[in-house]
């Protein structure tokens, strides 16, 4: 710091791309603070040293900094943000600089920090070199370099051909004669956990229909047979370019790929937006600092890019392949979680590790599964509330009849993303345990159930968090994160540009809800040191019926994508209202009609399992009292099985 001449150092989770996950290579604010979590910042100023993250990491963070750390906790009272810490520690210093390397801040990150700091007379200053990459010289990982295949058009739906004939009608629109975007060419890999994504730009152009794609190792890739047993093509076939990845020649669109050097596409960006045959340049909010910085301000456009608004709003091929995709998970998940339930009233020593090694290995099993969507949080008591828990051998709790038992997992497909989460109980639950369960149920089904009114202005999903967490807000409780995330179709588990969430105040990208979008609803309740709670379905943005038709008015609502029931020991009927106990019977039909066929032949403990939690609720009208399947039915049923096995 004190050679580059800066002050205090920003360090980011993201990568040069932006990624939610990035690869162990890019891991810099893990590697210098020890927080692991998804999602943080650190400043290090020549003498102190600081993060923040969310209530997502809170307990994680108390538990994996060290003492040379100060714990920001964003969203709590009295707790400055990034920028006022910075301007409050260097208040005293003559020039003072803040630093940051530009490839890995986006633009509007970058602006925000540079408005706030100017006033205080603190200059944003770019460094030409990644400091934690220059002093983390041993243990670092490689850089991710993963084959790259092409997904059929049986699972995208559309070719790549088509999506870029959208860009250049988008451009056209508004008047744009370049964009810098990814995720347009039907094509995944390997280069990030969980993810099927590779480090790439794409730089399309109106003039000459130019698209030209970097990537890391081009020559060898663009030539090595595909390593996805549904995938045929070669990548140079595929993109209908050259061997070389030259287009010389080549008849349609086609392709240029030139080796992955992010000076390279700097340059690039810099030579198309400063010509004069160039208006407008188009770059996503995410876009680094490093390409924006160099495109001149009259000639920059930030926006959702057309790219991000279509792989939001699925095609009808990947609507289907979302909806398949959850009924093959459904069916992994329900046949773990009858072993499971068995191993643990049979006194067989299960634990969080234990349990998301066995439920991957199920979810392998389905066809088209390419492994996990996220690490699993596979979580006991205590530890699921901590919200994004990661279950390792230094924090492994026993599964037991005595504690709540927390499972968010999830799986890639090719033709989809899924992300689902359960509790349970594998004894019997106190009153209160039983209560906050309820009410996150209640709160799942209230938010699945609504209709809205389609807008020029919306609604977006901010509008209607609130309707999750309602029944809690009832009582006084709460939890510390959104109620809904975007999910893309076998690409990240977590998608832009919308999302589903009051912890966040407006923000540029945000995006209203709009038919064939995906999203989670996950409510929850975290009990700080004894248990969590937390329910997620996966549901699809679509047009619904009513009883009236307003003029020239859309509605929408949802329709739940994922197929597991809920858990009978956990919930207080008397708290359900008929429309609830309607809506809960009519989603366990629903399972059963789709998978339980399947089930019973293939998987009959499965099968018998899934057929005790989804035995109707019913209610007598006269005194609104509800029956339904007891925990000692359950029991029956469930001793009955382990008998016959």
Not at 86 to 101: C, F, M, P, Q, R
Not at 276 to 284: G, N
Not at 302 to 311: D, F, Q, S
Request: hydrophobic fraction near 35%; charged fraction near 20%; proline fraction near 4%.
């Amino acid at each position: 710091m004190i050679s580059a001449g800066i002050h205090a150092y920003i360090i980011p989770s993201e990568d040069a791309h932006q990624s939610e996950y990035p690869s162990d290579y890019d891991l810099r604010r893990k590697y210098i603070s020890g927080l692991s979590g998804s999602y943080g910042l650190a400043v290090v100023t020549r003498d102190q040293a600081a993060v923040w993250t969310d209530g997502r990491y809170f307990l994680q963070a108390e538990g994996e900094l060290d003492c040379n750390w100060i714990l920001m906790k964003m969203g709590e009272s009295g707790v400055p943000s990034s920028t006022e810490w910075v301007i409050s520690v260097l208040a005293s210093t003559t020039n003072a600089k803040v630093g940051a390397y530009p490839f890995l801040i986006n633009s509007g990150n970058w602006i925000s920090y540079d408005t706030a700091l100017s006033k205080e007379s603190i200059t944003m200053t770019p460094t030409s070199e990644d400091l934690v990459g220059k002093i983390w010289t041993t243990g670092r990982p490689q850089e991710p370099n993963s084959p790259i295949n092409a997904l059929p058009m049986k699972f995208a739906g559309r070719s790549w051909q088509d999506k870029i004939g959208d860009m250049h009608k988008a451009m056209e629109e508004k008047e744009v004669d370049a964009m810098i975007v990814t995720g347009l060419l039907n094509l995944r890999a390997a280069d990030i956990a969980y993810n099927p994504f590779f480090l790439s730009y794409i730089i399309v152009e109106k003039q000459g229909n130019a698209t030209t794609l970097y990537i890391k190792n081009a020559a060898t890739k663009l030539t090595q047979n595909q390593t996805d047993t549904e995938t045929t093509e070669k990548l140079y076939q595929h993109l209908n370019t050259g061997t070389n990845g030259d287009c010389t020649g080549r008849t349609g669109l086609c392709v240029t790929v030139l080796e992955y050097d992010p000076v390279a596409v700097q340059e690039k960006v810099r030579t198309v937006a400063n010509s004069d045959a160039t208006q407008m340049v188009m770059v996503s909010f995410s876009c680094n600092h490093a390409l924006s910085s160099v495109i001149p301000e009259a000639k920059r456009l930030r926006e959702n890019t057309p790219v991000a608004i279509a792989k939001a709003k699925k095609n009808e091929v990947e609507r289907n392949g979302m909806r398949n995709s959850h009924k093959r998970d459904a069916v992994a998940l329900i046949t773990f979680m009858a072993e499971l339930e068995k191993k643990v009233k049979s006194n067989v020593y299960m634990t969080e590790v234990s349990a998301a090694l066995d439920l991957k290995t199920e979810r392998m099993k389905g066809l088209y599964n390419r492994g996990l969507s996220f690490n699993s949080i596979s979580a006991v008591g205590s530890n699921g509330a901590i919200i994004h828990y990661s279950p390792s051998n230094l924090t492994n709790k026993q599964i037991t009849t005595s504690e709540m038992y927390l499972l968010d997992s999830g799986g890639q497909y090719l033709d989809g993303t899924t992300d689902v989460t359960r509790t349970f109980h594998f004894g019997t639950p106190s009153k209160y345990e039983k209560e906050c369960y309820t009410r996150v149920l209640m709160g799942q089904v209230d938010l699945a159930r609504f209709k809205f009114a389609k807008t020029k202005f919306g609604p977006y999903g901010r509008e209607i968090d609130a309707i999750a967490r309602r029944p809690l807000w009832e009582v006084g409780l709460q939890y510390r994160h959104g109620t809904g995330h975007g999910i893309g179709m076998f690409l990240s588990v977590h998608e832009g540009p919308g999302r589903i969430s009051l912890s966040h105040a407006p923000f540029e990208s945000d995006s209203p809800l709009d038919d064939g979008q995906f999203f989670s609803d996950e409510p929850g309740y975290y009990e700080d040191e004894q248990f969590g709670i937390r329910l997620e379905n996966i549901f699809m943005v679509k047009e619904v019926e009513t009883t009236y038709k307003f003029p020239n008015t859309t509605f929408l609502g949802f329709e739940t994508v994922t197929l597991v029931p809920y858990e009978p020991s956990l919930i207080n009927y008397d708290l359900l209202s008929q429309s609830q106990v309607d809506w809960i019977n009519a989603y366990h039909k629903r399972i059963m009609d789709t998978i339980g066929e399947e089930l019973r032949g293939n998987k009959p403990e499965a099968y018998n399992w899934v057929a005790a939690r989804t035995r109707p609720i019913t209610r007598t009208v006269s005194s609104s009292t509800v029956t339904y399947p007891s925990f000692a039915l359950l029991s029956t049923i469930l001793i009955s099985l382990f008998v016959w096995v």
